[in-house]
């Protein structure tokens, strides 16, 4: 096979999530065979995302500037903050185009096992935020595990002084899911978030 730098390249592509040694070695294999029209590409894209690539002082977004783009654009409804475990979380919530407020990346969800406490959380900027007095809602789309939910309970309880709203996103059946297929949680949150027809 290949020498060392080549293993050590298939090794660091190998620690990249949804790509396991092989799927690594195939991606590292096709970019060394046109390495000017596309490892030369990915290198400077690399290394301009290092030099650039901040973390958002108010939301906790990636992005090259601070704040970042989302909290800056004025056209995003200002009193109206969506808090997610992780930057991927918000991310899938800008591809789908649902929310036109605010977002906060808490970094992570309370977990005992992780060591995961309040105090590692990035709570201090969603909390200066709110002592502003314009935010009239807080969205809580956080994961349904039980990591999650300590959280959202731990957050409402934290919040519910500010006088703002907190919502979270409703649970159950998937658009064209099937019930023999979801799960006993599922199906439960499903009855429980049950709205008026």
């Not at 690539?53 to 909290?71: E, F, H, I, Y």
């Not at 929310?99 to 309370?110: A, N």
Request: aromatic share 2%; glycine share 10%.
């Amino acid at each position: 096979m290949g020498g060392p730098e080549i293993e050590q390249l298939i090794g660091q592509f190998a620690r990249l999530p949804g790509l396991g040694p092989r799927s690594a070695r195939r991606a590292v294999l096709r970019l060394l065979q046109q390495p000017e029209a596309r490892l030369a590409p990915l290198i400077r894209a690399l290394e301009a995302a290092a030099k650039t690539t901040r973390v958002c002082g108010l939301c906790g977004n990636l992005d090259s500037v601070d704040p970042c783009s989302l909290c800056r654009d004025p056209r995003r409804e200002t009193g109206l903050i969506c808090v997610v475990e992780t930057v991927a979380d918000l991310w899938a919530l800008e591809r789908a185009g649902v929310h036109r407020g605010r977002y906060h990346v808490l970094g992570g969800v309370l977990s005992a096992l992780a060591g995961t406490t309040p105090e590692t959380l990035n709570l201090t900027p969603l909390l200066s935020r709110l002592s502003g007095g314009e935010v009239r809602e807080i969205v809580l789309a956080l994961p349904v595990t039980v990591d999650g939910a300590t959280t959202a309970h731990f957050l409402s309880e934290r919040l519910r002084e500010f006088g703002v709203v907190i919502t979270q996103l409703s649970q159950g059946v998937p658009m064209g899911g099937s019930l023999e297929t979801l799960d006993e949680g599922t199906l439960a949150a499903a009855l429980r978030t049950r709205r008026a027809v």
